[in-house]
Structures are given as C-alpha cells and as structure tokens.
C-alpha cells in the first residue's frame, strides 16, 4: 500500500499557550510539494508557541513578565492587595453527604527539607448550574445543559465529589476556565465534579466535597482587587477535609488568616515565597516524583517561574513533606514543586501549560488520588490500537497485525474509516477516487479476521477529511481534518482556523450516521468507540459523538465557555489528554491515549519517535498509580517495531488489556 502524506494525529503534545488564542501553529508537511514526493505523515508530535504568527506571542510574553513584575513588588513590599471583604466568622457548616477526609499518603521518598528562615511578611495585607451523572463510564450521558457550574460522574468510591474553584479576573481571566476544565476533567476519573469561579464561593462549600482544587492562574494586586473570599480562605484553614492549591494566591489565604496562623496549621510561610530565586526564575527542566524524573519544557520568555516556599523551623511549627522536587537546569538547585502538610497540598506552578508525554502534569494526575481515592492500589495497564484502517488499507498487512498480536495476547482496538475519498485525485493521477468497505470485500474479510482474534472495532470518523479542498493538505481521507478546518502557513506550519463553517449538531450526526451505515452495508458490527480524525471537533460535535458513543478514546479540545454556560469561544481552547479514563466536562467518558505514536524517522522539525521513546513515556507514567500506557500504530509499518514497544512496556510491569477494561 502506498504511503500517504499529511498529517495524522495531534499525537505528542496540546500546549495551552498555543491553544487559549486560537490559530494553533503545529508542524506540518510542506504543502507545496507533489504529493508523490513527500514523506508519511509525522502524525503532530509537538506545537510550538513561540511560532505563533501575530501579536499573540507577545502577549502570552507579557502575561509572564506581568506575574513576575508582581511577585517583584510583593518581595519588596510595594504591591498592595486590596482583600476581598471580611465576613463575620461563623461555624463551619455542616457537611452534605459527609464522606471521611483522605488520609495523606506517605511519599516514596523522604521529605527533605528546605533551609528557608522565616522573615517577617513586609507586604500589606493582601455562577450556578445543571448535573449530569452516571453509574458506570460505559453507560451513555445526558445531555448536559449550559451552566456556570459543571459537574461530571466517573467510576470512584460512593460519595466522592471534586470542588474545582478558578479566577475570572483580570485581562487574563479567561485562563482560568481553561485551567479547570483541565482539574474537572481529571478529577472527573474519581466521582462528581464542580467548577465555579472562586468569586462565587460562599461559606461551607469546602464541606460539601470530598476535595477541593484551587486553581491561581490570576495574580491579585495593583489595580486588580482579591476576588477570592474571605470565606474561603478561612474555610480552607477550618477544615479537615484535603484543600489542593495551585499556583497564585496562596500568600492571600495568609495574610487573610493570619500569616502567623498560616504557618501554625501548615509549617511555611507564603508571604516570604516567591517565584524568582537571585532576581531569576531559572531553569526549571525536571521534577522528580517517586523515582520517575519527569520534563518541564517552556520556552524562554514564557516562563514565569515555580514558587519556592519558605519553610518555617523551629519548634512548633508542623512538618512539611516534599511531594515532588524541582532542578533548575542552570544552577542544579533543588526546591520542591509541590507540598503537604497537614489537609493542605500546594502546587508551585499550574501544571497544564507546554505539557508533554513525560511532562510534570503526571504529578498532579497521581497526587488527585491523595485526595479523592487514597486507598487506591498500585495498578498499572496497557492499551495499544491500530490506526487509520480504511477501505485502501492492505488486507495482509493487517492480518499480519492480527496475528502477532493474537499470538502476544495482546487485545486491541483498530480504528477503521469507513470511506476513502480522494477527491482531487492527488494518489490517483489526477482522477477522483473513493471507495467504501462495502466495495473492498478484502478488506471487510481482514477487520472481521482481526476481530475474531481479539480487535475491538472503533470508529475513526466518516471519510477523515473536509469536502474537496486542502484542510490543510489535500483532501485526502487520512491526511485532513474533517470536523475542523486548518491551513498551513508560510512557516510550515499547520494552523487551526476552528470549526467547519456548516458545523451544527444535525451536521455532525449526519457525519456519524453516514460513518455507522457504511459499517452496515460492509456487514460490520457497530463499532463501540469513537476516535475523531486528528484530535480535533468543535464542542458541539464533540456532544454528538457522545450521544452516538458510550467513550471516546482519544486526547480532544476544551473550548472556553464550556463551564461558564455562556457562548462556547472556539477561539480559545485547552488540549488534553488522560492517563486514566475520565467522564469529561462535555459528559463523555473518554479513555486514555497518552504515548503517542511510533515514527521511525525525523520530520517537520522533530526528532524521531522510536519504541524506546514510547517505552521511556511509558516509564514516566509509571508515577500514576493506576496509571495506562496507551499509545497507537499504523498497520503499514513493519511488526517489528510494534512487537518491540509491546515488549518494552510490558517489562515495565504493565498488563495489556482490552478498552473496556479502561474504565474499571
């Protein structure tokens, strides 16, 4: 089978930068080249925002530097922070449903200690909605409403339920929603989810969760008020129950209850922790969680630092245990990037931003389970599936795949496109092609053979490409989009330009229907996943898939709007992808896919992704405690390869199973 050329999955990395301003610039092939000349497709292994055309980089620069400047004016004591309002202190309401606060769990390594003198402080005191829920992740959702507050239901203990506070405030307030998507939909693997903007928070809603996560992606001072409340601060500091605090704002609760009161219940002092270290931020490039050494990688200008907390010594004060420890890459110097003691766990960065396969995010995916389920046990699976499977694929290449998996045990799931469509014949000579599995009977008999020895059938989209027009390379099925449009710039590369401009429910489903009759007509099952063509739908497709679907396997796009209930921005998204099943802030389980892909050799700018690669992210995710290593492969490479990534993730101690078993 002749190799195509284009693009085929947003395989290795959503970056959030890139993504909150619309206009993602991903690597892409080189357009202007004969289609016969050009190479297979890298399948998207990286973005990279500093490649962003227009001011948009600029003003993701100046984002960073304005948290900096900030920081700077805290340490010199110049920053004023107007504080929420006071309220009257009252008892701490009640818990709804009470469920016993988690019991931390004990690092794997020592908690070592940060040689930090307390100095005194030199600072001045500083939406509602719908419910979807569910029994079991394979069970179909509602259809979720438009609501300020979002909440979702995934597989957990009885009871356990998620309070996901983020800001709103400021010229960058519109990150916080996006950051929370991405908690919510994490936290969506444990239970029901909340989100709300901290702004709405009102006493004792800490008492009503299982767990609360804070995200600070806003920092309070200057002109811009404290739009946390006072409630909350003194909330966090009254409860037992776990309180998770990412990134801004911490020094607040402080001076809010007293930073002496602070460093009592939690052992550090946050009004004497700040972001830089001897007027620099470093360079951060690697965090250490129980025996896993996991990247940071942001690009210069872009970052604004991990806070380093003062530890408060002497007698009195509680232990702090290190969770996860930061190197600065320049210096060598250690610091911890994340925190517990007693009920609260700090975080010195939201980890959401430039996130990759081995990328510290992993940290916080494991420390969830600290607070939503710590009685969880070591658990480590496997899921492999086989990619871009349409009515042009070569029958024998995939029973050759069959076989060998058959023979390793190894149950998977193969992504099949029902038609093929070349509508410009770029493969063809110039002459128009489609064909559908009801034409090629080969092809028919080769998934039936592959589903008799363990294959799962999923649903790779209708045709895997957009009309008959280059979106962005060529119209070819396998190369494009088909739900989102995309172009490639003069840069080389490939840019979101946002939905299709007929995208609307009734026109999605008429895409899924068209998808699901082809497998009739071809005497196929209904196949029980679906994979959408490159990573990318608007969120309204999105909805239908999970009308049409009980899971997506995939990584997709979160626009914002989705939780505030307003008008959904498709102009400012967040990627993510899991490493454990999840019921989504769309109401949708999705299951993991958190490898990436095998590619033998360097293109569009980025190095080769060879087995030890996807063996090596492998290795990373290890830190999850129950944890999946599922990556994907295309059936016209060699098996070889696909034998020695099995191979290598099983010597790690992971089981391979089949995708229902995901969400178990």
Known sequence: MRRRSGISRISIVFVIVAALW????????????????RRWPQHLKGIDPVSLSGPKPAELKAWAKARLANDKKRRAGTLTIRPAKPVAPTA?????????????????????PVAAPVKPAAQPASSAGATTTRTALFTKPAAPAKAATRAVQAAAPAGTSALVLYDTAGPYGHLGELYAMAAANLAGHFGTVTAKPVSAYTRGMVEQHTATVYLGSTYYGGSLPDAIPAAFYQDALATSRPVTWIGDNIWGMANAVGVSAFQQAYGWDPTNSYYEQGGTVGRIDRVDYKGQRLTRKIPTGFDSGVLHPALSTGPGFPQVTQLAEATDANSGDTSPWAIRSRN??????????????????????????DVLAPQTAERHRAFVRLEDISPEADPTQLRTMADYLHSAKVPY??????????????????VPKTSTLAQRPQVVAAIKYMLERG????????????????????GVTGDDFEFFRAHVDAGDNVVYDGPVPEDSTAWAQSRVTAGLAAFTAAGLPRPTLWTTPHYAASA???????????????RSLYFAGTLSGGTVNPSRYIGQFFPYAVKDVYGTTVLPENLGNYEPEPY????????????????ANLAVRDGVASFFYHPYFTVEPLKQTIEGIRAL?????????LSQ
């Open 413 to 430: 799931g193969i992504n099949v496109v029902p038609v093929y469509t070349d509508p410009k014949g770029a493969y063809n000579n110039g």
């Open 22 to 37: 619309g206009g993602i610039a991903l690597s892409g092939a080189q357009a202007a080249k004969d289609p016969g000349d």
């Open 344 to 369: 609260l766990t700090y975080v010195g960065e939201i980890p959401f931003s430039y996130v990759s396969e081995t990328d510290r995010v992993i940290v916080f995916e494991d420390l969830l389970f």
């Open 540 to 554: 309204t497709d999105y909805r239908v898939f999970g009308k049409n679907f009980p899971a997506r396997l995939e």
């Open 653 to 661: 101690g992971y089981t391979f199973v089949a995708p229902a078993d």
């Open 604 to 619: 569009n700018n980025h190095p080769a992704r060879l087995p030890a690669d996807l063996i090596n992210s492998a290795k």
């Open 92 to 112: 701490p309401a009640k818990p709804v449903a009470p469920t016993a606060p988690a019991k931390p769990v004990a690092p794997t390594a020592p908690a070592k």
């Open 455 to 474: 294959a799962v059938l999923m649903n790779h989209g209708n045709t895997h490409q957009y009309g008959n027009v280059a979106n962005p390379y060529n």
